[in-house]
């Protein structure tokens, strides 16, 4: 935690990431939060998802807000463009603000209005809304950005490619001057940089370069069981390994303790390494795994770092990854050197959406399998024990003449049957492995859920509701009975399918673009609709209460030095 320590966060912020088991902040969480903390100028924030930047704007944000009780109003409006990044971004929130009593609300279409009403008047520090469902309780007055502090637009280009830019302006119009504005893109297209110009006053630039590229060599796998299930289902593949050499990664110093110890008690060969370890501790035990007399390792990621160690089987993330770039420093220590290796993830039924995002923003394949029977472990130990015995050309004197004695008034059949019970029976016992429970349908909502597809195909293209749910079918093989809610706007469609479907049209789609847009996009992992006002659709194509189209906003933008000066002595 020291270097979270120097970047001046609170001690609550400090022990909320303590017990989330971040170790160290991530490149964007670096360089965002002294800025924020130190600083009254706007950020621009260039960094791809997955990057850890909800924590890099949100630890120091829930920081500086200053909270009165008696008078709850908005502090900090963060927008996505997503009701699914709306719901990440306010669960990621409440779980960094620790003992602070600050009320975080997500805000999106789809859910009942009245509801989020009630709990805006009751009072709200911060507000996750999207861009459509924050219009409507500006237009319902539901909503008071008077004593707002923060704005921040989270994958500005995202709420772009979806046609929220005029929403997002007339947002902007009505948070005052006094609020401080924090903008993150993947990419800076012209309209984000002239959103920049006319609503930022002087601002930071920070852009973090991503590698996404994984390892090739390294065939990527995931396993979708229950947290009490994992420890399991790493036993189950150690033992189904004819040769298991390879690094476990946990999350938190304590999980490396306990998987430890639980894997010593199976008798398997392991140490763990995680930050509370003396250097001289570390060097011995490296040591050791390096001569291969350790053939488990169980670190953290700050314990790993500087560790290169060639010709390793296997790399577990018995823990998902913090980000997308841990995920790729650790699957990238196995796979080298021209021999292949093997990456697997376990992944609980609430972690499916986290996993998928990581697999389109890492463009990986990654696999899912079934956790290995106990049959088919016991199978094939058996096999290796044979082989191996088969392979054995040596024998001593004093075995053969041990073996004469062994044969004598038996049959050699059932004296070498009695011979490898007593040597390996505790190897083939079913008895120590334990049941594993499946993942059924009710317990997995992401991966049998709905995604919404955006195609960049709309009426100025000549695109009907027929003629899209027909290319999809012919092109994608998904049947039309699966293909629902299409709606169809001047420049764009979206429609609604099954998750497994989603996957397979991006597949499909991948190589076609319009113009430098990708043809087909996920816009969302479940759900059956895309973020929108109750009526219409995003940006000029949504009509306002009277059916007409709303202006963009009621002020002309602001050119650059146009601004005053509306920091808060």
């Known amino acids: 935690m020291n270097q979270f ?50 924590a890099a704007f949100g630890l120091p944000i829930l920081d500086r807000l200053e909270v009165k009780q008696k008078n709850k109003t908005v502090k900090a409006l963060i927008l996505a463009p997503t009701r ?39 009072g709200v520090d911060i507000v996750v809304g999207t861009p459509g469902r924050i219009i409507d309780h500006l237009e319902r007055k539901t909503l008071n950005f008077a004593d707002l502090s923060f704005l921040v637009l989270d994958e500005a280009d995202e709420m772009l490619n979806m046609g929220f830019i005029d929403e997002v302006k007339q947002i902007l119009e009505s948070a005052g001057e006094s609020r401080r504005m924090l903008l993150f893109s993947a990419t800076m297209p012209d309209p984000i940089r002239k959103v920049a110009e006319a609503y930022m006053g002087e601002y930071e630039m920070v852009r973090i370069e991503k590698n996404t590229q994984t390892v090739s060599l390294t065939d990527q796998i995931y396993f979708e069981v229950h947290e009490q299930d994992k420890f399991e289902a790493l036993c189950r593949i150690i033992d189904m ?32 390494l995680h930050g509370d370890m ?26 790993a770092r500087g560790i290169d160690i060639t010709g390793l089987s296997h790399v577990i993330n018995f823990s998902l990854p913090q980000d997308t770039e841990s995920y790729i420093h650790r699957i990238g220590r196995t796979g080298r050197a ?151 706007f001047d420049t764009y469609s979206f429609l609604t399918v099954p998750f497994h479907a989603a996957e397979k049209i991006v597949k499909i789609f991948r190589s076609q673009t319009k113009g430098k847009t990708p043809l087909v996009k996920i816009l969302s992992d479940r759900g059956g609709n895309r973020d929108r006002p109750e009526k219409g659709g995003p940006g000029k194509d949504r009509p306002g209460k009277s059916g007409k189209k709303r202006p963009a906003g009621k002020k002309p933008p602001r050119k650059p030095g146009e601004r005053k000066d509306r920091r808060k002595k």
């Open 241 to 272: 390994e004819e040769i298991f050499y390879g690094l476990v990664f946990c999350r938190t110093k304590i999980g490396v303790d306990e998987l430890v110890h639980k894997l010593s008690e199976r008798s398997y060969a392991v140490e763990g």
């Open 278 to 303: 003396s250097q001289a501790q570390r060097e011995l035990i490296l040591g050791r795994f390096r001569k291969r007399r350790l053939t488990v390792l169980v670190a953290t990621d700050v314990a």
């Open 84 to 122: 699914e990044l709306a719901v990440q971004v306010a669960e990621e929130l409440n779980s960094l603000r620790g003992e602070r009593k600050i009320a975080i609300l997500p805000v999106y279409g789809g859910q009942f209005i009245g509801h989020q009403i009630s709990r805006i008047r009751e």
């Open 338 to 488: 021209g021999s292949e290796g093997t990456a697997i993830t376990f992944v609980t039924p609430s972690e499916y959406r986290k996993l998928m995002n990581l697999k389109r923003v890492t463009k990986a394949d990654i696999r899912r399998e079934d956790v290995p029977g106990v049959d088919a472990i016991i199978a094939v130990k058996k096999e290796r024990l044979v082989k191996a015995i088969q392979d054995f050309s040596g024998s001593g004197e004093e075995y053969r003449t041990m073996a004469k004695r062994l044969l004598e008034g038996r049959d050699a059949e059932e004296a070498l049957a009695s011979v490898l019970t007593y040597a390996f029976q505790g190897a083939l016992d079913t008895s120590k492995y334990t049941a594993i429970r499946e993942v059924k349908k009710k317990d997995s909502v992401d991966r049998t859920g709905k995604s919404r597809i955006n195609i960049r195909l709309g009426r100025k293209d000549g695109a009907t509701k027929r003629l899209l749910a027909d290319m999809i079918e012919q092109e994608a093989g998904v049947a039309s009975r699966d293909i629902q809610n299409i709606e169809i």
């Open 5 to 54: 320590e120097e970047l001046g966060l609170s001690a609550v912020s400090l022990e909320a990431l303590k017990v989330k088991g971040f170790e160290e902040p991530t490149e964007i969480q670096a360089k965002i939060i002294p800025l924020v903390l130190n600083g009254d100028k706007d950020i621009i924030g260039q960094a791809q998802t997955g990057t850890g930047k909800t």
